[in-house]
């Protein structure tokens, strides 16, 4: 038995992300293996600062829709924020230590997508993967909280056994600071399950009849351009925002009185549905270092489902040899929208070579087997 332990940025819930289509993936080809699914933490004193109702975490459950006995998942608790108390990220680690000796697991490998579980690296010595999928030093975030990051990250790219990108660009910004020593970073790219989203789906009851224009994903203000999104919003096709809000009460606002309909989370076969049948498919992103980053999962389902695409010109779409996607800059971006939503358009056989999330565990799984040497 192959033990793992993965350190995540988000919980493990019906929205599946990059780690868990990998992770079902390694599951179902590896009968040998379990995984502890390490949550990121509760933080009730942060919730209640913002208004929301707190939350305490979540004990040791199984999630057994996947791999009966095999898929664990916990969510551990931050008491207190990290200026107040330094030793936060070492109780979180201790707390994980705690886990995985109640799951029995001996000699766990380790997985971190959060560079803050750089401490449990630390005090472990467990070999260690570091995942990266977005470059944090790029976001909009406090001075503190970049450089308690680039401390974290700067460890992991130099001690991690293993490293991986999901983007060309992650390689190239961090390829730098990887010591020769080490094992260079490896390129893993995001993908789609493309038969389930090349699979006719059912049109959602809450699609609005007429033009539509859809987007799926987080709503964040990391990649959503609100103000372009206000006014795609007034232009020809309903603006049909699918995903989980993690926008300010004031953006929120902003798209609600434009028109936008934000419908909030749905399940990974759930979204099938929108984009098969929206009018059109849209990426209104904000182009900054941290989109330059990124490779945006929704270009793999977009491109599975075989509709049009206009979106601004962010990695991955910008990139893409494909007539189906149309790049425009946010001062023509409505007006390209409005006549792409009336254009003709025949539906072709989906791309054949679109990357599957298949050959995506391959790739990871030989990742896994070194770090298991």
């Given at each position: 038995?192959t033990?793992?332990?993965v350190i995540?940025?988000e919980g493990w819930?019906?929205?599946?992300r990059?780690?868990?289509?990998?992770i079902?993936?390694?599951l179902?080809?590896n009968?040998?293996?379990?995984?502890l699914f390490?949550?990121p933490?509760?933080?009730?004193?942060?919730?209640?600062?913002?208004?929301?109702?707190?939350?305490?975490?979540?004990?040791?459950?199984?999630?057994?829709?996947?791999?009966?006995?095999?898929?664990w998942?916990?969510?551990?608790?931050k008491w207190?924020?990290?200026?107040f108390?330094?030793?936060?990220?070492?109780?979180?680690?201790?707390?994980v230590?705690?886990t995985?000796r109640?799951?029995?697991?001996?000699?766990?490998?380790?997985w971190?997508?959060?560079?803050?579980?750089?401490?449990?690296?630390?005090?472990?010595?467990?070999?260690?993967?570091?995942?990266?999928?977005?470059d944090?030093?790029s976001?909009d975030?406090?001075a503190?909280?970049?450089?308690?990051?680039?401390?974290?990250?700067?460890?992991?790219?130099?001690?991690?056994?293993?490293?991986?990108?999901?983007?060309?660009?992650?390689v190239?910004?961090?390829?730098?600071r990887?010591?020769?020593?080490?094992?260079?970073?490896a390129?893993?790219?995001?993908a789609?399950?493309?038969?389930?989203?090349?699979r006719?789906?059912?049109?959602?009851?809450?699609?609005?009849?007429?033009?539509t224009?859809?987007?799926?994903?987080?709503?964040?203000?990391?990649?959503?351009?609100?103000?372009?999104?206000?006014?795609?919003?007034?232009?020809?096709a309903?603006?049909?925002?699918?995903?989980?809000?993690?926008l300010?009460?004031?953006?929120?606002?902003?798209?609600?009185?434009?028109?936008?309909?934000?419908?909030?989370?749905?399940?990974?076969?759930?979204?099938?549905?929108?984009?098969?049948?929206?009018?059109?498919?849209?990426?209104?992103h904000?182009?900054?270092?941290?989109?330059e980053s990124?490779?945006?999962?929704?270009?793999y389902?977009?491109?599975?489902?075989?509709?049009?695409?206009?979106?601004?010109?962010v990695?991955?779409f910008r990139?893409?040899d494909?007539?189906?996607?149309?790049?425009?800059?946010?001062a023509?971006?409505?007006?390209s929208?409005?006549?792409?939503?009336?254009?003709?358009?025949?539906?072709t056989?989906?791309?054949a070579?679109v990357?599957?999330?298949?050959?995506?565990v391959?790739?990871?799984?030989?990742?896994?087997?070194?770090?298991?040497?």
């Open positions: 038995m033990d793992l332990v995540s940025l819930d019906e929205v599946w990059r780690n868990q289509h990998l079902a993936g390694l179902r080809t009968p040998g293996l379990q995984v390490v949550e933490p509760a933080d009730p004193l942060h919730a209640l600062a913002s208004g929301r109702r707190p939350s305490f975490g979540r004990r040791l459950t199984e999630i057994p829709d996947v791999a009966p006995g095999r898929l998942r916990r969510q551990p608790v207190l924020p990290r200026r108390d330094s030793r936060a990220d070492e109780r979180l680690a201790r707390s230590m705690k995985v109640r799951r029995g697991m001996q000699h766990p490998l380790l971190i997508n959060d560079p803050s579980a750089s401490t449990l690296s630390k005090l472990t010595g467990w070999p260690t993967l570091y995942d990266m999928t977005d944090w030093l976001a975030r406090p503190a909280e970049l450089s308690r990051v680039a401390a974290a990250e700067e460890y992991l790219l130099s001690e991690a056994a293993e490293v991986v990108a999901c983007s060309p660009e992650l190239r910004r961090k390829a730098p990887r010591p020769s020593t080490r094992s260079p970073i390129l893993i790219p995001n789609v399950d493309a038969d389930t989203y090349r006719p789906a059912a049109r959602p009851s809450d699609l609005p009849d007429g033009l224009a859809v987007y799926v994903g987080t709503l964040h203000e990391d990649r959503i351009d609100v103000a372009l999104c206000e006014k795609v919003a007034r232009g020809r309903a603006l049909v925002l699918v995903g989980p809000n993690a300010t009460s004031d953006s929120t606002r902003r798209l609600q009185d434009a028109g936008a309909l934000l419908l909030g989370s749905r399940s990974h076969e759930a979204v099938v549905g929108y984009l098969q049948h929206a009018t059109i498919l849209v990426v209104p904000v182009v900054t270092d941290f989109t990124l490779d945006p999962i929704k270009l389902e977009y491109l599975a489902v075989d509709r049009p695409i206009v979106s601004t010109p990695a991955g990139d893409a494909d007539p189906r996607v149309s790049i425009a800059d946010t023509v971006f409505p007006a929208l409005d006549r792409a939503v009336v254009a003709p358009f025949s539906t056989t989906p791309s070579h990357a599957d999330w298949k050959d995506r391959t790739s990871m799984a030989a990742i896994i087997g070194r770090l298991a040497r």
